[in-house]
């Protein structure tokens, strides 16, 4: 397990960047957090590292938003409105998880269950100490 401390949002997407530089295709990545931990921003630190220039949003209310750069696909999913699994059966969840694309999910402890047992786990907590100060924990990844 590695854990990081960000500062403020440019630190929590430099993070991602250097994340996204150890992805491989295939590659799973679940986020956990409660709202406003900073899910998203690191989302978009993810994208500038696998070069998509294209620019993030939360897919919260279309569950999943694709972007692609030249060499790799990203599946960027929000399951927070997620009712049961037949909500993501009916988007083909499973098949995006197995493509050979990277996925990178939020809230995705509301769906443990579905997600194979070599994802990587990233988990965002604010601290008391500061309002833009976040611990960030990363576990199944190669040293960053
Ligand atoms: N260290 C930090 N890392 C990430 N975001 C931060 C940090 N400090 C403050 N923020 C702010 O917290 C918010 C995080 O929003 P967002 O990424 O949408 O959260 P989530 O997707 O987890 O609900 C943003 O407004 C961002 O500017
Ligand atoms: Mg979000």
Redesign the pocket.
Known sequence: MQEFI????I??IKLGEKTARLLKPGDIIALE??????????VKGVAMGLEIGEHVT?PTFNIVHSYESNSVTLHHFDVYRVNDEDDLFEIGFEEYLYKGDICII?WADLIKNMLPDNTIWIK?QRTDDN????IITIRGLESI
Do not use: A, C, I
């Open positions: 960000t500062f403020n949002e630190d929590t957090g409660d709202l406003g931990t900073g899910k998203t921003v690191f939360s939020e965002l309002p833009e100060q976040r």
